[in-house]
């Protein structure tokens, strides 16, 4: 069912995590500015990829935890934060945090701390190691995992999928907007800073739209920029809102629509990529041309 194992632009120190049957897991990582729509991306791939016959796993990893709501009937699901908090490490079973959603999705959510308390982003390094702990990745035996992570890495946490390897291709989500490609511009930060210690590499660009004039041009332009592609330009579309309204996937609730065929599409796209770089991050006033340029262009 699992493809064989990508090969690696090399420099790969944390050892590859293995399925039962020996195949390398792989591991993704959506990465993005919040609001920008990793939760909503990561699950209908995730819907998607399993539609495709494979085994898939979505953690959650923001304390919104909301990433999985729409493959649970927009259940919300309790966080492996706080089944930790209210039971020892020891009593937890995977039952308790993780749930099969639409096509056998196992789904799970980090969750966070009390707001004003605690890092967030101290709490994903304490569940995945539970979830090491507790032996999830051979019971599950997923074929693909998918960590959808808030932010753009100016907190270490956050950080902690890429730092340690576990995500080994990361993609991630933006707009033509400034600000959402400035966050996708720190996150490359990130994956370069932490390129010579971990496998995690670049694996591509996903624009999810705004409708920001010439955005699709806008979001190529800087995915070549820094050296990567772009997998898949996704425009807003009403449809994502009311499937959302019905607690389901894109790809669940109007599996006839265009914007389902694009999710199936980039899906088909992330099984079939092996274009894994150390991205060359722009300066701020680059970014800010690229993006005056672009829609100037739109404008005519
Ligand atoms: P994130 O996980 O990055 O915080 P979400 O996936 O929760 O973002 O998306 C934020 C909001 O934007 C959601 O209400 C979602 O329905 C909406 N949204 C995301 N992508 C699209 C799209 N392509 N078209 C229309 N609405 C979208
Ligand atoms: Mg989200």
């Given at each position: 069912m699992?493809?064989p ?11 590859a ?16 500015k ?5 939760s ?18 979505q ?18 699901l ?8 209210r039971?020892?490490?020891p ?12 096509r ?7 969750g966070?701390?009390e707001?004003?308390?605690?890092c967030g982003g101290?709490?994903?390094?304490a ?6 702990d507790?032996?999830a990745f051979?019971?599950l ?6 960590y ?7 907190c270490g ?8 390897g ?11 907007e400034?600000?959402?490609?400035y ?8 994956i ?11 694996a591509?660009i996903?624009g ?5 004039q ?14 990567s592609?772009?997998?898949m ?5 009403d ?14 609730h ?13 899906a088909?796209?992330?099984?079939a990529?092996q ?16 993006v005056?340029?672009a829609?100037?262009a739109?404008a005519g």
């Amino acid at each position: 069912m699992t493809q064989p194992p990508a090969p690696h632009a090399g420099g790969a120190q944390t050892a590859a995590r293995r399925n039962r049957e020996g195949y390398t897991i792989r591991q993704l990582a959506f990465y993005g500015k919040g609001g920008i729509g990793k939760s909503t991306t990561a699950a209908n791939v995730s819907a998607a990829l399993a539609e495709l016959g494979h085994r898939v796993m979505q953690v959650g990893c923001d304390p919104k935890h909301d990433s999985t709501r729409n493959l649970v009937n927009g259940r919300w699901l309790p966080t492996i934060l706080d089944v930790m908090r209210r039971t020892d490490a020891p009593a937890i079973r995977l039952d308790d945090v993780a749930f099969a959603g639409y096509r056998g999705v196992m789904c799970l959510e980090v969750g966070g701390p009390e707001p004003g308390i605690g890092c967030g982003g101290r709490g994903i390094i304490a569940a995945i190691e539970l979830l090491e702990d507790m032996g999830a990745f051979t019971q599950l035996d997923p074929g693909f995992v998918i960590y959808d992570v808030l932010g753009d890495v100016v907190c270490g946490g956050f950080a902690m999928p890429l730092r340690e390897g576990y995500a080994e291709e990361t993609y991630i989500v933006t707009s033509g907007e400034l600000m959402a490609l400035y966050a996708a511009n720190n996150i490359c930060r990130g994956i370069k800073r932490f390129s010579g210690r971990s496998r995690t590499r670049l694996a591509g660009i996903i624009g999810n739209g705004r409708r920001v004039q010439g955005e699709e041009a806008v979001v190529g332009e800087f995915a070549s920029r820094i050296g990567s592609h772009l997998m898949m330009y996704l425009p807003q579309d009403d449809v994502v809102r009311s499937s959302e309204l019905k607690g389901q996937t894109v790809v669940q609730h109007a599996p006839d629509s265009p914007q389902a065929a694009r999710y199936r599409l980039l899906a088909e796209r992330i099984v079939a990529n092996q274009r894994f770089v150390v991205p060359e991050p722009a300066g701020l006033e680059e970014l800010v041309s690229l993006v005056e340029r672009a829609s100037a262009a739109a404008a005519g």
